[in-house]
């Protein structure tokens, strides 16, 4: 029989595990498939674990891995993937706003074929109208950057066939954007439109600024035209001033020396200085991650899991095999 492994991550979800765990198990009760939970607590500090172990030992399908402090969702997926032992992998968020009545399609469109069936944010009248506007904004650009690399309105809901989970953990890079790494592992794949409800309990954990932050580590993650766009400006810039500098050369030596230029001279020194900084700013957002990479710090660090068959044994801390073969130098 078939295991589906649902992913799960969780930061301070006391209020929603239950109600996940109660509807999911329905849904997956109509199915012939062996179902795992794979909930990972992402340093949660309420009851979120003890939540977990008290399931735990109701049901054995339920797993947990406890990370030692909050690592981000996307570590917390990555680590769930790492432990999944299915044969098709689910990440969905506990506050079902990832309907757990589509899995069953998901898994149908899988034993059709497909590699990677992907859930797509129809209808997100739910989210504040800034948050619509600034993630249609960001897949856009994303997008373009990447010649259309992921699908616009995907989200982490999706289903991943075995195959592609392992070529995913083989991805090696420190800063993680799964969205993205997603779309570059490739394999067949098939959308599946939804409409996306509102949280059900607790609060959303992303805070505009987090999201910000979010965006730049995927786009300097997959596009290095950010560091592009400074050549092909300053070359414009360059040749602008050696023209404008031949003019006033010319000017100077047949018309005389004409002193005034106050003006002229602010603007261009303030508007050379802004566009250096800015530049030197994007430089340093590319540095900054390239001292992450360089690190190969682990990506995870399991404080505990549980219901796993190595329980106990040394934590994996998201960087020996199959994570990265060679990275272990
Ligand atoms: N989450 C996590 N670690 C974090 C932030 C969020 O594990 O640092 C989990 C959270 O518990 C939830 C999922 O990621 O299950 C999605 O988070 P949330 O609902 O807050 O995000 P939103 O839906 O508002 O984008
Ligand atoms: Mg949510």
Redesign the pocket.
């Known amino acids: 029989m078939a295991r589906i492994s649902l992913v ?4 301070n ?1 006391q209020e929603s595990i239950t109600l996940f765990y109660e509807t999911m198990s329905e849904v997956m009760a109509g199915m012939r498939h062996d179902v795992e939970f794979v909930f990972v607590d ?1 340093g949660s500090t309420d009851a979120t674990l003890s939540i977990l172990k008290r399931l735990h030992e109701k049901d054995p399908r339920v797993k947990a891995v406890s990370l030692s402090r ?1 690592f ?2 996307e570590y ?1 997926l990555t680590a769930g993937f790492y432990h999944a032992t299915g044969d098709a992998v689910i990440p969905m ?3 079902m ?1 990832d309907p757990p009545q589509l899995v069953a399609t998901f898994v149908e469109h899988w034993e059709n074929g497909a590699e990677m069936v992907i859930g797509v944010r129809e209808d997100r009248l739910r989210d504040s109208r800034a948050k619509r506007w600034s993630s249609s904004l960001f897949y856009k650009v994303f997008r373009f950057l990447t010649k259309n690399m992921i699908e616009e309105n995907a989200g982490d809901f999706r289903l991943m066939s075995r195959r592609i989970v392992q070529e995913l953990l083989r991805f090696p890079e420190s800063v993680r954007f799964n969205k993205g790494l997603y779309g570059c592992v490739g394999f067949s794949r098939v959308l599946v439109p939804y409409a996306r409800p509102a ?1 059900q309990a607790g609060h ?3 805070s505009g600024w987090k999201l910000w932050n979010f965006a730049l580590d995927g786009i300097t993650s997959f596009s290095t035209f950010p560091l592009r766009i400074w050549s092909y400006l300053g070359g414009s810039i360059a040749l602008c001033g050696f023209l404008y500098a031949l003019f006033l050369v010319l000017r100077t030596l047949f018309c005389g020396v004409d002193v005034p230029g106050y003006a002229s001279i602010m603007v261009v020194t303030l508007t050379l200085g802004g566009l250096i900084l800015l530049s030197l700013g994007i430089i340093g957002e590319y540095l900054g991650r390239i001292f992450e990479e360089v690190k190969r710090r682990p990506l995870f660090i399991v404080r505990q899991t549980i219901g796993f068959a190595d329980d106990g044994a040394t934590p994996a801390g998201g960087r020996r095999a199959p994570l990265s073969p060679d990275s272990d130098r």
């Open positions: 799960i991550p969780v930061l979800e992402d909050n981000g969702k917390a968020d506990v506050d706003q949280r959303s954990k992303w």
